[in-house]
């Protein structure tokens, strides 16, 4: 039998909720349905602490949500300091948009793009509504797009 990595495996055309992974999680393996996988997801979220934004710039926090909610663009900062697997939300209502700037470092991946490393770096959205879900992936200095912006995206 080969062994395949798993940038070698097929991709999934189609998934129910009741369709069985793998997933490892602190070294130890198991089998997950999709629907343990969206519970635990929708969880967290449920969790999170919104802030409804119109000054800026705004200082983020991990683990917190952020509409931006003015006719001007707000402007978050990323924290300067994160946990691997924290998440940060925006959810734009506004008609200014958002703008997320880095700090010394820093990056964000949005599916094949990052933006420039440290604090030139920043992505905004182009569309009132555009929304994106980052996932601290790198402590303290990269964070990967889960979900990201309905419309175009700026990524500098």
């Given at each position: 039998m080969a062994k395949e990595k798993f940038s070698q495996l097929p991709t999934v055309p189609s998934a129910t909720l009741s369709d069985v992974i793998c997933?490892?999680?602190?070294?130890?393996?198991?089998?997950?349905?999709?629907?343990?996988?969206?519970?635990?997801?929708?969880?967290?979220?449920?969790?999170?602490?919104?802030?409804?934004t119109i000054t800026t710039p705004q200082a983020m926090v991990a683990n917190n949500g952020y509409m931006a909610n003015s006719s001007s663009q707000v402007v978050f900062t990323l924290p300067l300091s994160f946990a691997f697997s924290t998440f940060i939300y925006v959810q734009g209502f506004g008609s200014g948009g958002w703008h997320i700037a880095q700090n010394a470092g820093q990056n964000i991946i949005i599916g094949s793009n990052s933006t420039t490393p440290g604090a030139g770096g920043f992505i905004e959205s182009t569309n009132r509504y555009d929304s994106i879900l980052l996932f601290g992936a790198a402590t303290s200095t990269t964070w990967i797009a889960l979900g990201a912006p309905q419309g175009n995206i700026t990524i500098f």
């Open positions: 997933a490892v999680q602190g070294g130890i393996s198991s089998q997950e349905t999709l629907q343990q996988i969206q519970t635990l997801f929708l969880s967290s979220i449920n969790n999170i602490t919104w802030h409804n």
